[in-house]
């Protein structure tokens, strides 16, 4: 199946995440890998058939029939596409729109964005923001991306939307100053270098944004270079090789051939390191289910 023209279109790294991968590491003969590669290839076939409208059952396996797991691709994930839709008219200008996507990953709510507006460098638009936001309805904020409010609450700026209008706004032009001399570095070294100059130990949330970063300036991060592994996907990268680092086994997953089943121009899509991340985070989802653990998250 060929990516869908509106995604193609969204972002601007697809050229580095194309090719075949016709030889790689030893762990592609690894049985729990092949199963793992099933469980991607089946959640990849239900979003396939999601897109052109097959009727359902999209899938036999009783478990991600009933229940919910993020896409195997974070690019195809419906708080994504309209977080990078509603900002791709700033994406000539940096500075401007990583200020509105930290800003964005921050309150993981597309629909409060829309009614209260974007971040500004400028001060006055930005109290007449921090006035909406304080009046907009609730829920203001999503759940995907946990803030850890005792992070700000001895600062100066000691909730969310200070937090968000004022020191946001103050501490970007000098996080956008780092992150242009870059050129191809990790999300891992990324996160290390713009920690001390933002302020606040926010790993998990710069992680995400970095990501997004990578997704529309691919020339500053490489996702194919070495990822943080998650609490949620430890246990899979235990369970496949408990022998070696986990994001060095990541990273080695990434060079195993995988059929993805999605095309651009006819060249298949690959999986990158943070790819990777995600699955062992997904399959350790769906390996909980089967044994009646977990969250039961139901797909409606």
């Known amino acids: 199946m060929e990516l869908p023209k509106y995604i193609r279109d969204l972002y601007r790294h697809w050229p580095r995440h194309v090719g075949v991968v016709e030889q790689g590491s030893h762990l592609a003969d690894s049985p729990i890998v092949k199963e793992i590669c099933d469980f991607a290839q ?15 059952p999209y899938t036999e396996d009783p478990i991600l029939q009933k229940y919910r797991f993020c896409n195997i691709f974070r690019e195809f994930d419906k708080q994504t596409i309209a977080i990078h839709t509603m900002l791709n008219p700033l994406r000539d200008d940096f500075a401007l729109w ?14 409060t964005i829309e009614n209260v507006g974007l971040l500004s460098f400028d001060l006055e638009k930005n109290r007449e923001l921090y006035d ?21 609450q001895k600062s100066a700026t000691p909730n969310r939307e200070k937090f968000i209008c004022e020191y ?17 570095i990790s999300v891992i070294d990324g996160v290390a270098k713009i920690l001390p100059l933002f302020g606040f130990n926010l790993n998990f949330l710069w992680t995400e944004v970095l990501i997004d970063v990578a997704y529309q300036y691919p020339d500053r991060i490489d996702l194919f270079a070495a990822f943080p592994i998650g609490p ?20 080695r997953l990434s060079t195993i051939p995988f059929h993805s089943g999605i095309t651009i121009d006819g060249v298949p899509l690959r999986l990158s390191v943070e790819n990777w991340e995600g699955i062992g985070c997904e399959f350790r989802k769906y390996t909980n289910l089967v044994a009646g653990r977990g969250r039961k998250r139901v797909y409606r």
């Open 232 to 251: 949620g996907s430890m246990p899979t990268m235990r369970m496949i090789d408990r022998a070696v680092d986990p994001v060095d086994l990541a990273m």
């Open 42 to 56: 089946e959640r990849l076939s239900i979003w396939q058939k999601k897109v052109l409208n097959d009727p359902m």
């Open 98 to 111: 990583l200020l509105n996507m930290f800003y964005c990953r921050m309150v993981a709510r597309p629909e």
């Open 132 to 152: 909406r936001l304080m009046s907009s309805s609730r829920p203001r904020y999503g759940t995907p991306y946990v803030f850890p409010i005792s992070t700000i």
């Open 168 to 184: 946001l706004p103050s501490i970007m032009r000098k996080i956008v100053s780092e992150i242009e001399t870059w050129e191809s």
